[in-house]
């Protein structure tokens, strides 16, 4: 469609259509017309992150309190130092003793949250301000995207969602082991075990869902009727991509209550319930 001029003038009203300049946005002084509370959602993702980012910190940092036998936090695990406690997992090296044993693999489950596709949302609103909300006008003079140093880094999303994947894979390793007992026989079965085995599902649901995940399992293909496999693998995929968002939150909490139960049975501040 091309722009039109009133009856009887002959002349064209720049825009699109005619290859003319855009009009300019409306010359509007205040910072949003918005009259509902936009600022929450934002101010409560900045509380949430920052709480979940102090206590993580904390709990890597402390390099204790993270095994009670035969559970793991999930902040620690795989522990492949020979300073870890308990031996479920292969341990490969010594370590200095001055560096927890979290920090050789909390990387890189930081670096898919730091590079998800929800998250940069989050705490590019929250953290910011770009934009704060829809509609609200953004404090910063100018925009450039994720060209640069630091944000060119979030195009490595995808190789951090294939580091978290073997992640997943040793979660479920490290909550199946957990039905063993203090003697290593099979057969225990406690809260601890049910509250490892949860936070694995949500964590892989969170990878699963993820955007890239979506196109390394349907991209690439010019039809789908000759790949029925992985049609149906990418529907199955495309289903939990809509709840990604719901995954991401649910799956933050998952993994810090998991490493905080883990904590009270190794504190002696609670006893394990045991179902058998």
């Not at 341990?91 to 489950?109: D, N, Q, R, T």
């Not at 040793?170 to 007992?181: C, G, M, N, P, T």
């Amino acid at each position: 469609m091309t722009a039109t001029a009133p009856r009887g003038t002959g002349a064209v009203t720049p825009g699109r259509g005619d290859g003319g300049p855009a009009p300019r946005r409306a010359a509007i002084a205040e910072r949003t017309l918005r009259t509902d509370r936009w600022w929450v959602q934002p101010l409560v993702t900045v509380v949430v992150l920052v709480l979940f980012i102090a206590y993580s910190t904390f709990r890597a940092f402390q390099n204790a309190y993270y095994y009670a036998e035969p559970y793991v936090s999930p902040f620690y695990s795989p522990c492949i130092t020979t300073r870890c406690e308990g031996d479920s997992f292969p341990e490969f090296f010594e370590g200095p003793s001055w560096i927890s044993p979290a920090l050789y693999i909390l990387v890189l489950p930081l670096g898919i949250r730091l590079t998800c596709y929800y998250y940069r949302k989050a705490y590019y609103r929250s953290f910011w301000l770009s934009p704060p909300a829809c509609a609200v006008a953004e404090p910063h003079g100018r925009y450039t995207g994720e060209t640069r140093l630091p944000l060119i880094g979030q195009n490595i999303h995808r190789y951090f969602l294939y580091a978290a994947l073997v992640f997943n894979v040793i979660l479920f390793y490290e909550a199946f082991a957990s039905f063993r007992d203090e003697t290593g026989e099979w057969g225990h079965m406690g809260l601890g075990t049910l509250i490892l085995l949860v936070n694995a599902v949500l964590l892989f649901m969170y990878s699963i869902s993820c955007h890239s995940c979506r196109h390394i399992v349907g991209g690439r293909l010019n039809s789908f009727s000759k790949h029925p496999l992985r049609y149906r693998a990418w529907t199955w995929v495309s289903k939990q991509n809509a709840r990604h968002m719901q995954y991401a939150w649910i799956s933050l909490f998952g993994v810090a209550f998991a490493d905080f139960y883990v904590f009270l049975l190794a504190t002696g501040t609670i006893s394990d319930l045991r179902f058998f």
